[in-house]
């Protein structure tokens, strides 16, 4: 497809299972990044790829998360033993350029932590 | 201190107003600086880059003043459609781009 796609746009899971969100960013783009945002709250960074490699993974709250992008395009982030608070939207986006070009968000996948 | 700071409002003007958002920043190290702009549910869009010189784009107009750390946003004749939430953008380390909490801002007829 020409956007970012997401995948699940929805997931309701329970307190203390694993989670995996994909990314599938535009074409070509070789920088990534993954945000979190809760309801009234502006993006949360947590972690942003330059090709395959994490540029920056400060961003990632604790080592519950991580987040791979083996061949540089598709992107997995991942969530062990989910907590009620991890829930949010977590949204993924894409740039040609790094730190200077625009940033193409997807639709973002809604996680629900009962 | 939070790496972009933003008053989250909300504003309520009305059609045709002129309204500006404020936005700080820390790392005095960022060298991009954007507008984004959100509807509700929605995912963030790119509404304009901001230049050291300042920019405008139609009725909106972007400040960067480098020395005080502050970016601005600027909307005159604020259109209906003009309501959503306003999100400051910067680089911060290694080219990744942190986003403020967002302004909100809703036009009434």
């Known amino acids: 497809g020409a956007g970012v796609s997401q995948t699940p746009s929805n997931k309701v899971t329970e307190k203390g299972k694993y989670v995996e969100l994909r990314c599938d960013p535009i074409?070509?783009?070789?920088?990534l990044y993954w945000y979190r945002q809760s309801l009234g709250q502006g993006p949360e960074f947590l972690i942003y790829?330059?090709?395959?490699?994490?540029?920056?993974d400060s961003g990632l709250p604790n080592d519950r998360f991580f987040a791979v992008r083996p061949e540089g395009s598709v992107s997995t982030l991942k969530i062990q033993r989910t907590e009620r608070g991890d829930s949010a939207v977590y949204l993924c986006?894409?740039?040609?350029?790094?730190?200077?070009?625009?940033?193409?968000f997807g639709e973002g996948s809604r996680l629900t932590v009962l | 201190r939070k790496e972009v700071e933003q008053d989250p409002g909300p504003f309520n003007v009305p059609e045709g107003a002129t309204v500006a958002f404020n936005c700080t920043y820390s790392?005095?190290?960022?060298?991009?600086f954007f507008w984004y702009r959100q509807d509700c549910r929605k995912e963030p869009k790119l509404l304009m880059s901001?230049?050291?010189s300042g920019n405008e784009d139609g009725r909106f107009t972007a400040q960067l003043n480098r020395a005080s750390q502050y970016i601005s946003l600027l909307i005159r004749d604020s259109k209906l459609s003009d309501s959503a939430t306003y999100l400051c953008?910067?680089?911060?380390?290694?080219?990744?781009?942190?986003f403020g909490a967002g302004t909100r801002l809703t036009v009434k007829p």
């Open positions: 986006a894409s740039s040609s350029i790094a730190g200077a070009g625009e940033l193409f």
């Open positions: 074409s070509g783009h070789t920088a």
């Open positions: 790829f330059q090709g395959t490699g994490a540029a920056d």
């Open positions: 790392n005095s190290a960022s060298q991009s």
């Open positions: 901001v230049y050291s």
């Open positions: 953008v910067v680089t911060y380390n290694n080219n990744d781009m942190r």
